[in-house]
């Protein structure tokens, strides 16, 4: 039974206190984790799920397309959601539709059938993220927010890391359907148990009218968008008609989409979130370091299969490091928070995390598993000093009916991020392995020689010649994944700058309904 509460004010009546606070918080951050693990659980399930529904691979990656199409129009519509139906509801209905759509993906026996259930599933799973987030805010006091913020980040770090470790090993075990099966105990876990913890704690209900016109808008350039950097790469990017065309398209429709929501009376965007300069300059550094992060999280895995023959598994579990030390450190920099300026928590942290990249550039193809996982396990640390105190201090400088908008749009520029990411760091780095090999070719000392003495080894001049070019590609793959963590660190730096562009949070940052 909750404890009871205290009454000063009205919006106080909120709050969970007492022991039944921190399952309640868990509960929540647990379906956090939940979505954010989807995005990646499946990545490395794609070429099972192709072979047994007999598609090519290419066809395969619609699955991933699909979900990150529809989780990116409906993140954003987290505060119009929350007003028109309460938050907790639409928590409740997100969750129970998440897993619902992840059993059905996992019987789908067709990719038309996989690729339906999967944008229904990413419909659903889009608000879970700001929506618990939303809820953690409001139910736990001003003196447990920042600790309660702090586990519910955890699942922020880990679960990227964590998806395609596990997701390998199931696709590996029991097979690719297990993926989605996997999500279903954990959805009826968090329905019943959200609740019963939180049973009588509705948010109020504002009915607005709808803003068709800003929704359609939204459909269209998130869509275009997110079809563009997922399959940029594949279609040889501006090479492709059909990529200039939704290029084309995506920009019209945010121009639109801008104008119509900033001028709308009843937004179902709620954009003047962006007029607290606090909520700008931290939503602008979380864009550069989510972005500048995930793709080392994308790249990391892909290097070490292509130069140092790591199997999917063990590149995996390599990466899975960088969240072993994080899982500490975020209840402690939660605690801080109520000491230090979140900026200077954030640059500390972030000048870890640019360091842990940067030192990649001395990364080389004889690098034993210990120096592969230090940089990893450092990395952790300084995570959760920019996650924590960047989330919380964002949402201090909003009002207190803007938070379940402004939570919302920081998460959909944190998923955006990561597929900006994704995107840019595939075409860097296959695009910087062809000059990379290109040069490398103009400068290789005796050629002749070289392959001479591969021939008195046994090869044929063939053979000899696949094997030069082979060792010429090694390097050039090498020096490619070293320019990207290059590029990589230094936008984590300018991530670390670009904090300081908001104004000092008045106090240690607190974000009770009330602040």
């Known amino acids: 039974m909750n404890e009871p509460l205290q009454r000063s004010t009205p919006e106080d009546s909120v709050y969970v206190t007492g022991f039944i606070l921190w399952p309640t918080i868990i509960v929540l951050a647990l379906s956090n984790f939940m979505a954010v693990l989807d995005m990646t659980i499946v990545n490395v399930a794609v070429p099972h799920i192709a072979g047994s529904l007999a598609v090519s691979p290419n066809e395969g990656t619609w699955v991933i397309t699909s979900y990150a199409v529809a989780e990116a129009i409906t993140v954003p519509l987290t505060g119009w959601l929350a007003a028109r139906f309460g938050a907790?509801?639409?928590?409740?209905?997100?969750?129970?539709?998440?897993?619902?759509?992840?059993?059905?993906?996992?019987?789908?026996?067709?990719?038309?059938?996989?690729?339906?259930?999967?944008?229904?599933?990413?419909?659903?799973?889009?608000?879970?993220?700001?929506?618990?987030?939303?809820?953690?805010?409001?139910?736990?006091?001003?003196?447990?927010?920042?600790?309660?913020?702090g586990i519910w980040t955890m699942t922020t770090i880990i679960a990227p890391i964590a998806g395609p470790l596990i997701g390998g090993t199931i696709s590996d075990s029991i097979g690719w359907p297990w993926a989605f099966f996997i999500n279903v105990p954990v959805a009826i876990f968090i329905v019943a148990g959200a609740s019963f913890l939180l049973a009588g704690r509705e948010t109020p209900i504002v009915r607005r009218p709808i803003d068709y016109v800003g929704l359609i808008l939204l459909v269209i350039w998130v869509g275009s968008l997110q079809m563009v950097l997922d399959n940029g790469q594949?279609?040889?990017?501006?090479?492709?008609?059909?990529?200039?065309?939704?290029?084309?398209?995506?920009?019209?429709?945010?121009?639109?989409?801008?104008?119509?929501?900033?001028?709308?009376?009843?937004?179902?965007?709620?954009?003047?979130?962006?007029?607290?300069?606090?909520?700008?300059?931290?939503?602008?550094?979380?864009?550069?370091?989510?972005?500048?992060?995930?793709?080392?999280?994308?790249?990391?895995p892909l290097w070490l299969q292509a130069n140092l023959n790591y199997t999917a598994s063990w590149a995996g579990y390599v990466t899975s490091f960088n969240g072993v030390l994080g899982v500490f450190m975020a209840p402690v920099v939660a605690i801080l928070m109520n000491y230090f300026d979140p900026r200077k928590l954030i640059t500390f942290g972030l000048s870890i995390v640019s360091a842990t990249v940067l030192v990649r550039v001395y990364f080389n193809t004889d690098m034993a598993l210990w120096q592969l996982i230090l940089p990893q396990l450092i990395q952790g640390i300084g995570m959760p000093f920019f996650f924590v105190p960047l989330i919380g201090m964002a949402m201090s400088f909003v009002r207190p009916e803007e938070t379940a908008s402004a939570a919302g749009l920081i998460n959909f520029q944190r998923s955006m991020a990561a597929a900006f990411g994704t995107a840019?760091?595939?075409?860097?780095?296959?695009?910087?392995?062809?000059?990379?090999?290109?040069?490398?070719?103009?400068?290789?000392?005796?050629?002749?020689?070289?392959?001479?003495?591969?021939?008195?080894?046994?090869?044929?001049?063939?053979?000899?010649?696949?094997?030069?070019?082979?060792?010429?590609q090694n390097q050039s793959i090498m020096l490619a994944a070293i320019h990207v963590f290059f590029l990589a660190g230094i936008c984590v730096l300018v991530a670390a700058v670009s904090v300081w562009l908001a104004p000092k949070p008045p106090g240690p940052v607190r974000m009770g309904p009330g602040h």
């Open 234 to 300: 594949n279609k040889d990017w501006f090479g492709s008609a059909e990529i200039v065309a939704l290029t084309i398209i995506a920009v019209i429709g945010f121009a639109a989409f801008l104008i119509w929501e900033l001028t709308d009376a009843h937004p179902i965007v709620d954009l003047r979130v962006f007029r607290h300069r606090g909520f700008a300059a931290a939503s602008v550094a979380m864009t550069l370091n989510f972005g500048a992060f995930f793709a080392t999280v994308v790249l990391i």
């Open 424 to 472: 840019l760091v595939t075409t860097a780095w296959s695009n910087a392995t062809i000059t990379s090999h290109s040069d490398l070719i103009g400068i290789l000392h005796d050629p002749t020689g070289t392959l001479s003495q591969l021939q008195h080894l046994g090869m044929s001049p063939s053979q000899a010649l696949d094997a030069l070019n082979g060792m010429v």
């Open 88 to 149: 907790l509801r639409m928590f409740l209905l997100s969750a129970f539709g998440f897993g619902a759509m992840s059993m059905m993906c996992g019987l789908a026996p067709s990719l038309t059938s996989l690729v339906i259930f999967r944008i229904l599933q990413g419909l659903a799973g889009g608000p879970l993220m700001p929506m618990s987030q939303t809820l953690i805010m409001r139910i736990a006091p001003p003196d447990k927010q920042t600790m309660g913020l």
